[in-house]
């Protein structure tokens, strides 16, 4: 299922699932599902409505998805317009430039409805999808983005997920998870570290071993921002985050938020770590979700050295 010709093109593969000499909807769930589980940064198909369908599947809304357009019905809006322009997003991504992520509709042709002799697309569910980087019209200002404006988008997005999750929220230092807090309507410590539970302030500028306590817990998020200019999202200014506590709440209930001002500073260098822990850093290190404003996200890339 591509691994052949991937190799013959020169590049390094790993073989999540081997299926027979025939292949079936069944494999492609199958190897969606392992390459999502291997912490893939980005899932890229070839096919058409019935592939997307087979992905959206196996692995919902956990990874990223972009379809390269190769099949007879290409109802959904997954697909790249062109192969073309799906080596356009990706090379966005390597170079490090701000790439966008939507949720986009998975839709397939209506087989009751094309028996009774009408060509009617059916909703199946939703992928999200890599697309390039668009400003919002509402947060500009003569090309710049209104910094009020964006904090308050960013802390809307975040607020909503609170709501939504529930359980206990470390906010981290620096004025965009501060424009969290004053949206929860909570004191805020600008440089240090505060735990949020039930809509309440727990715990106020928390040491390392408070936050380990809190990040045992289940369901315990964590809400960071980058220094800006210098773009270190761990391990500077916030040392309190030690390897237990990140450890604990891991990469998928990490929220990071930042303006597409202070990402565009970084001029395509990356969002660094150094937590002195190897595992760590490989388990966190990859393309990682930005949140930017209110359902605005991008894809950037997090790593140990520019």
Known sequence: MGADMATALGYKVSVVHQPAEETFAADTEATARAISEKGADLLLFAGGDGTARDICRAVGLTVPVLGVPAGVKMHSGVFAVTPRAAAEVLQLMLRGELVQVDVADVRDIDEVALRAGRVQARHFGELRVPSEARYLQQVKCNGREVEALVLQEIAAEVLERIQDEGGTW????????????????????????????????????????TLERYASSENCHLVITATGGQGILLGRGNQQLNSTVLHAIGRERMVIVATHEKLSALAGRPLLMDVSDPVLEQSLQGFVEVVTGYHSHVLYRLATHA
């Not at 004053?182 to 040491?207: F, Q, S």
């Open 170 to 209: 470390i906010i981290g230092p620096g004025t965009t998870p501060a424009a969290v807090m004053e949206a929860l309507g909570l004191p805020n410590t600008l440089l240090g570290m505060d735990v949020v539970k039930d809509g309440k302030l727990v715990a106020a500028d928390a040491d390392a071993a």
